[in-house]
C-alpha cells in the first residue's frame, strides 16, 4: 500500500483528534495535533505577554515546538519543556483562538506542517489542513456533527471532569466557535472541494472509523 497524507478538518467538539489519533494508530501513521501547536505559540504568548500581532511576530523564531511520545500517547514540548497539560486551559485556547488570526504565526506554523508531510504517512487535524497546508493530500476528510450533538459531547466531558455546566451556554460557546473559525479572515475554515464530509451525528466511535479506513483504504490504492 502506498503511503499517503490525511488531511482531517472540521468543527470544535466533533472528534477529530479522536478520529486523526485512532486513524494513525491503525495505520502505523504519525498523528499531527496541529491545534496543540498553536496553543503552545499562545502559551508561549500568554508568558511573554506578547499576544498583539506586533509583540509576537518579531519574536516567532524563539518558538521551537516538537512533539514527544510517552506512555500515555503524545505530548506537545514548547522549548523542550513539556506543555501537555498546560496547552489544554480554557485560557490557553482563547489565545490560541486570538493568535490563530495572524497571518505572520499562520505562515510560521504552516512551513513547519508541511515539512512534517516530506515523508508522507501523516495524519493531520486542524482547520486549514485540506485547503492550506496539504491541498494535495491524497485523502481530505471534513468531519462535522450537528451544534446540539457536539454541545452535549462537550457538556458531558466537564460532567466527568466535576464542573456544573449549563447547556445553553455550552451550545453558544460552540455556536460562537463556529462562527469564529468560519468567518476569521486568515484561513476560515472550509470544507476543500475535493474532501470527503462524515456527519457523525448519529454514529458510534466504531461505525465512524469503520467509514474513515474504508476511505483510507480507498485512497491508498
Ligand atoms: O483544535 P483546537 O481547539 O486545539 O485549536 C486551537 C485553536 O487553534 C482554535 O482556535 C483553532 C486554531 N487552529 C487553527 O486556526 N488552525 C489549525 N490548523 C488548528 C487550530
Known amino acids: 500500500m502506498k503511503k499517503i497524507i490525511v488531511a482531517i478538518d472540521g468543527y ?30 499562545a502559551l508561549w504568548a500568554i508568558e511573554h505577554n506578547a499576544l498583539e500581532a506586533e509583540r509576537i511576530i518579531p519574536r516567532l523564531e ?14 506537545t514540548c514548547l522549548n523542550g519543556r513539556d ?17 490563530s488570526q495572524i497571518k505572520e504565526v499562520r505562515a510560521y506554523l504552516v ?22 497546508v496539504f491541498p494535495d493530500a491524497e485523502l481530505k476528510l471534513f468531519l462535522t456533527a450537528l451544534p446540539e450533538v457536539r454541545a452535549q459531547r462537550r457538556f458531558d466531558e ?15 460557546d460552540v455556536n460562537e466557535r463556529d462562527y469564529r473559525d468560519t468567518h ?9 472541494e475535493d474532501a470527503k464530509v462524515v456527519d457523525n451525528s448519529h454514529l458510534s466511535r466504531e461505525e465512524q472509523m469503520e467509514v474513515i479506513y474504508e476511505l483510507f483504504e480507498a485512497a491508498c490504492k
Open 12 to 41: 470544535s467538539s466533533c472528534g477529530k483528534s479522536t478520529v486523526a489519533k485512532n486513524l494513525a494508530k491503525k495505520a502505523g501513521y504519525t498523528y499531527v495535533d496541529t491545534g496543540a501547536m498553536y496553543r503552545a505559540v
Open 158 to 172: 466537564l460532567k466527568e471532569k466535576g464542573e456544573t455546566p449549563d447547556f445553553e451556554a455550552v451550545l453558544k
Open 111 to 132: 512551513a513547519q506542517q508541511q515539512a512534517m508531510g516530506k515523508e508522507k504517512g501523516i495524519v493531520m487535524d486542524g482547520r486549514d489542513i485540506g485547503t492550506v
Open 62 to 75: 524563539e518558538i521551537h515546538i516538537s512533539f514527544r511520545k510517552t506512555e500515555d500517547g503524545q505530548h
Open 83 to 99: 506543555v501537555e497539560k498546560d496547552i489544554r486551559r480554557l485560557e490557553v485556547g482563547n489565545a490560541a483562538s486570538q493568535i
Open 184 to 192: 476569521r479572515a486568515e484561513s476560515p475554515l472550509r470544507q476543500a
